[in-house]
């Protein structure tokens, strides 16, 4: 079966967070044209499993225990994906995600929230600034310190980028998720940052922003335990025009197109939204 982007065969891939859905997605997608693709994660079987997946299709691939908020274990998995299939041509940060630490209970601050501390309920005054950098770092630094380890073997080389995974909720925060969504929105602007940093050097930066995808992640979020959308889920999508959430293989038209310099090669500092149109809509 020919390529549907033949540039990115024998290319190298490195895919953060590749044991999850949306980011095994794309390590796929890069496999499924040529592209020797590392599967990096925290979580070493998850990776092991997108691995098998490609390889048991015909790709090419790595699985790699690592920690991006670690620099040394990103070091080792760099030398372990140069020794397997040479330097890094594309670079997707993908890994990220959020955690209750820095979540409120409610959508808004009730006034009696600020008369008597309700057991259970974490108002914005509670929130922990330890569950907020955990949120933040994992998001943000977990792009930065990758971005540093492999934007080495990218600098000079013909046809690199490097693909960030941000959100919606970096163009129209979410209630609930104050880390996550200031957390993506650090991402989109560090994505402007390094494409005008690296211009120079022939990087070319961009980001994917998706919308609502159903994940392991946001399963509770999303679905109620009979599998009925939850009223979260309801309002999701009254704001999104196309009525639905997004497939994870509708993701991949993005990524081809921001990878493939065919398409995309004077395009960089740019975020492709996937998302249905929820961020066009104006709720009225």
């Given at each position: ?9 024998n ?7 590749g ?42 691939a ?18 372990r994906?140069?020794a ?19 979540t409120?209970s409610k ?12 057991e ?24 930065l ?31 609930k ?6 957390a ?15 211009a ?7 980001a ?32 999104t ?14 990524l ?7 398409y995309s ?15 066009a809509?104006?709720?009225?």
């Amino acid at each position: 079966m020919p390529f549907t982007h033949p540039n990115l065969q024998n290319r190298t891939a490195v895919v953060t967070g590749g044991g999850g859905v949306l980011c095994g997605g794309f390590a796929k997608v890069l496999a499924a044209q040529g592209v020797k693709t590392a599967v990096l994660d925290l979580n070493l079987a998850a990776a092991q499993a997108v691995a098998d997946d490609i390889m048991a299709s015909g790709g090419t691939a790595l699985a790699i225990e690592c920690n991006v908020l670690e620099k040394p274990s990103l070091e080792a998995a760099r030398e372990r994906v140069n020794a397997a299939f040479g330097p890094c041509d594309i670079l997707v940060n993908g890994a990220g995600g959020n955690h209750p630490s820095g979540t409120t209970s409610k959508e808004a601050l009730d006034p009696i929230d600020l008369e008597e501390k309700i057991e259970g309920v974490t108002t914005f005054f509670d929130l922990d600034p330890t569950g907020i950098s955990k949120v933040f770092n994992l998001n943000f630094l977990g792009t930065l310190l990758p971005t540093q380890v492999f934007a080495r073997d990218l600098a000079g080389k013909e046809h690199a980028c490097i693909v960030m995974i941000t959100s919606m909720n970096a163009i129209r925060p979410l209630t609930k998720i104050p880390a996550y969504s200031a957390a993506k929105a650090a991402v989109s602007n560090f994505t402007q940052f390094m494409a005008t940093h690296f211009a120079p050097v022939g990087i070319r930066v961009n980001a994917i922003a998706p919308g609502f995808f159903s994940t392991a992640q946001n399963k509770t979020l999303l679905w109620n335990p009979d599998g009925s959308p939850t009223a979260r889920t309801g309002k999701i999508l009254a704001a999104t025009p196309m009525n639905r959430l997004g497939l994870p293989e509708e993701l991949a038209g993005a990524l081809l197109f921001l990878c493939d310099e065919a398409y995309s090669s004077f395009v960089t500092g740019s975020m492709v939204a996937v998302d249905g149109g929820f961020s066009a809509y104006s709720g009225v």
